[in-house]
């Protein structure tokens, strides 16, 4: 399914102004489910009464539907590749193929949850990896969910696992400094920052994704920087969670290669990094020649390049003077009308194209009443 180009085949984009498909640099995708469960009390309190409870007993086909139905979202909302990490990514990864959507899968590797027996392990991950090579839109990276979350002795079964299969692992995806509480820690541990431990144990590089990245010493963003490590601003879920906000404009100034990602969508409350990098722009006064980079990874439109692209109505914004100020503070998901990954439209019309949107909606709204259930009505 999906509507294919080849060969002279061609499309009339005079309507739409074109951008590089936006790129989420930072996912849970299954944890829609849980979307409208109480905010309040900060990250911890979040996830220890809402997430922790629900991915305790998260099934496969749970995960699947409500990593399904975020797909189709984030499909519609421009979003042409993610980088993801939870659980049963083996079923995720089966969800990305149904789409046609790109990622980055993570199993969330820890070993400090309040439950006993571990969803992710090194197991899982290698089984994950070596599935993934099958595939062409989608890769493996190790996750380790935060230097609280997974002891020092597994990391380093992390970056050994990473060492001895560079052939099985695009790089790693990590949680850095969501909240002042993970420096504290790592330095009552480690002696030493959280980026400072990730980087003497391996972690860091060019292939290296940081989530939230709020509370960062200078320290830290001078590592980021040297190692060419991303950043990756989750402003609308750090803002929900008054966990703070990232050091954009240091982080840019120091060289720091810096993202986009929505966290978690029942944090965020939805899907629509337009409108996030249209928050970026009014907290920090960035330039918009700089948001849209934030926003689509840096990448052009030019011969060579991957089709992922995003079809932007021009009917809806106007005029376009300037289409880096029109899009990044003007732009929204409602504006956008087609999108297309590896030459193929996955979004035509504002409809999903290549899975059935309504069906997929079904399917995910009864495993949430299921979810709910066992949240609301606990054994």
């Not at 509507?3 to 739409?16: F, R």
């Not at 695009?170 to 990730?198: C, M, R, T, W």
């Not at 999108?339 to 309504?358: L, N, P, S």
Request: negative net charge; glycine residues 8%; aromatic residues 6%.
């Amino acid at each position: 399914m999906g509507l294919s180009i080849e060969g002279d085949d061609a499309v009339d984009a005079s309507s739409h102004v074109l951008i590089p498909g936006v790129r989420n640099r930072h996912m849970h995708a299954s944890s829609v489910l849980i979307r409208g469960a109480p905010s309040g009390g900060g990250l911890d309190a979040w996830v220890r009464n809402w997430l922790w409870r629900f991915e305790e007993t998260l099934s496969r086909k749970e995960a699947y539907y409500g990593a399904l139905y975020s797909m189709c979202q984030m499909a519609r909302a421009g979003i042409t590749y993610f980088e993801e990490m939870h659980f049963h990514e083996s079923d995720v990864m089966d969800a990305c193929a149904d789409i046609g959507l790109r990622a980055s899968l993570s199993e969330a590797i820890m070993d400090r949850q309040e439950w006993d027996d571990p969803l992710a392990t090194l197991d899982t991950t290698m089984e994950l990896a070596r599935k993934a090579r099958s595939s062409s839109i989608v890769d493996v990276k190790m996750g380790i969910v935060s230097i609280r979350m997974t002891s020092g002795e597994l990391i380093d079964a992390c970056v050994g696992a990473v060492n001895d299969h560079p052939d099985l692992f695009s790089g790693y995806h990590v949680h850095l400094n969501e909240v002042s509480l993970d420096a504290q820690i790592s330095k009552e541990e480690y002696g030493a920052l959280p980026a400072e431990v990730f980087h003497e144990k391996g972690v860091l590089g060019q292939s290296t994704t940081l989530a939230h990245c709020v509370h960062m010493h200078q320290r830290e963003i001078e590592l980021l920087a040297s190692t060419k490590s991303t950043a990756v601003a989750c402003i609308g879920s750090n803002l929900r969670l008054h966990s703070g906000t990232p050091p954009i404009q240091a982080m840019l100034q120091a060289g720091v290669p810096v993202g986009m990602g929505i966290d978690s969508p029942a944090i965020n409350d939805g899907y629509d990094l337009l409108s996030d990098v249209r928050i970026i722009g009014l907290i920090y006064g960035l330039d918009p020649h700089v948001l849209i980079p934030l926003l689509c990874g840096g990448r052009g439109l030019e011969e060579g390049m991957d089709a992922d692209i995003t079809f932007i109505n021009k009917a809806a914004l106007f005029p376009w003077k300037d289409i880096a100020t029109t899009v990044s503070y003007g732009a929204n998901t409602g504006c956008i009308d087609h999108v297309m990954v590896a030459g193929r439209f996955i979004v035509w019309d504002k409809r999903v194209t290549t899975v059935d949107e309504e069906r997929v909606a079904r399917k995910a709204g009864a495993v949430a009443e299921k979810v709910w259930s066992r949240l609301e009505c606990p054994d």
